[in-house]
């Protein structure tokens, strides 16, 4: 079994920064991991993904303000978020990218992040 826990949300203004953390309670080094968003009334989308050697991508809509790293020996992922908008809104979770952690359909229970004035 799993588990994963995300943290580091809150309500920030427009063009704030917020730092995501994930914890795994398992080793990461064998998945591509990723950060995950869902919008009220939204289905939920990924955002950015790394696999263990570092290499990244992003969903258009964040290209340029989120950087995902991690650290393999610590089985945690973080997602630096610069110059937040209103549309960045919603509860932010962290999972595997592609194929189940562990072959687990466990997710945590996210992390709120709100944006405005």
């Known amino acids: 079994q799993v588990q994963v826990a995300e943290s580091g949300g809150g309500l920030v203004q427009p063009g704030g920064s917020l730092r995501l953390s994930c914890t795994v309670s398992?080793?990461?080094?064998?998945?591509?991991m990723g950060w995950y968003r869902q919008a009220p009334g939204k289905q939920r989308e990924l955002v950015a993904a790394?696999?263990?050697?570092?290499?990244?991508n992003y969903a258009d809509s964040v290209k340029g303000r989120f950087t995902i790293s991690r650290a393999n020996a610590k089985s945690t992922v973080y997602l630096q978020m610069n110059n937040l908008k209103p549309e960045d809104t919603a509860v932010y979770y962290c999972?595997?990218?592609?194929?189940?952690?562990?072959?687990?359909?466990?997710w945590g229970q996210g992390t709120q992040v709100t944006v405005s004035s």
């Open positions: 398992r080793s990461i080094f064998n998945y591509v």
């Open positions: 999972n595997s990218v592609g194929r189940a952690l562990y072959g687990s359909d466990y």
């Open positions: 790394m696999d263990s050697g570092g290499r990244s």
